[in-house]
């Protein structure tokens, strides 16, 4: 039997042993609110920034922290581990901001943003939507140097990743020499189930908006008012209806699909292979019902065709009881999600320009725009993803396409220009966005077995 620190076994059994560091220090990442939507937690992103940039330096790397143009905008940590100009670098991104979580609202049994262990999971906002894997990478790369794997690995962990990245690409501009690297690989997609590790070969993009209406200055009477008054709620709620049908979630806006590109009959097939099962997609999250039952409608549905969503609606009164007003004003988040080749600024264009002609007094925000992605399926550096996926979990993954969008991703094509991979190690059971969020030691462990196996076979 080998003992060569890349035969599986032994990488294995030195992998449990870190454990319990690796476990610390997610925690001590968690614990710290790094949420980039809400500006009260500003002293947070501080103190995360400097918790990121002291891990890499107990992993014996060095750190920087890179300020943004703006001001207002949240730094980016760059880290290094390695320095031999002989060898190539990979650059690992991964990002250090999660959403916003609220253990009353959102029904979290534990507090979010208070990392807690249970068996092999780790519940906490951002567990898995990415600290998990930044730290899983992390672990990785330094298992690797350790055992004379000469890759060098820089890591940019973004803290600006759920608010859409607006600074992150005058930064990569500002920062461009610190930044070469032979090619990136991002850690922050989802498999299809555990055991079935997917890579995706796109991700959709977003543009989102903000639509308001006022109609008054002040909640009225509704006995005394109602049925002369205009109700900005109910008339945004129509507005949102003339933009896509509810039920089946076709856009009714001209134009909207016209530069969809259908995927191809390899993608279907890929599709078809990949392990999806609406079953399992319904269990992971926690639907009772979908629009579409088939499982190539409900892959095609959430991989690779645009929609319109609702998130929120703001106005009126959603206290206890009936509080029989009409509201004076309302505001509904939507967005819609891209595919290749769409761009933000047409959809916003069509959207603004269909509402606008039907309803002059609302006000059509634009919010974030991120490009959709189209990426490579073969090639050298995607055998050496599927290479190393399988020595850390022992499965080959399928390339299909991802629903979800990540900013930063085409910033990086665009500044960086230079090949990019995913080797993402969330599961959907893991409830990116939700509450409960959790990673677990599985996924860390054979991630970190992965990124110090994809590490080793860049260095030669
Ligand atoms: N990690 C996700 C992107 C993702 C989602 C990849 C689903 C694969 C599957 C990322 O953190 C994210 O949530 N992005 C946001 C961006 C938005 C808030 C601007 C998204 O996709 O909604
Ligand atoms: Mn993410
Ligand atoms: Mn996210």
Known sequence: MSHSPFDRQTAVHSIEVLRPEFERELKTLVDIPTVSAQVDHKPD????????AALIRKAGGAAEVLRPRNPDGNPIVLGRLGTDPEAPTVTVYN???VQPADREQDGWTSEPFEMTIDGDRYRGRGTTDDKGPALSALFGARYARQHGVRTNVAFLWEFEEEIGSPSFEAALEDHRDRLSTSSIVVSDTIWISRGRPAVPAGLRGLQGFLLRLRTGQRDE??????GAARNPIAELMGVVCECFDPYTGQVRIPGFYDEVIAPTDEEFAGFKASGFTVEQFMKDHQFSSLRSTDPLEVMSRIWARPTFEVHGVVGGYSGAGLKTIVPPYAEVKVSCRLVPSMTGSRTAQRVREFIQARHPDIEVITDHTLE???GQTSGPLADAI??????GFGARPVFVREGGSIGAVLSMQKILGKPISFLGLSLPEHGYHAPNEFFDWGQAQGGILAFA???????G
């Open 45 to 52: 992103i501080a103190r995360g920034v400097e918790a990121a």
């Open 95 to 97: 990002h250090m901001d």
């Open 221 to 226: 009477h509704s006995g005394v008012t109602g």
């Open 372 to 374: 959709p992605y189209a």
């Open 386 to 391: 599927s290479s190393a996926i399988e020595f």
């Open 453 to 459: 196996d994809y590490f080793r076979r860049l260095g």
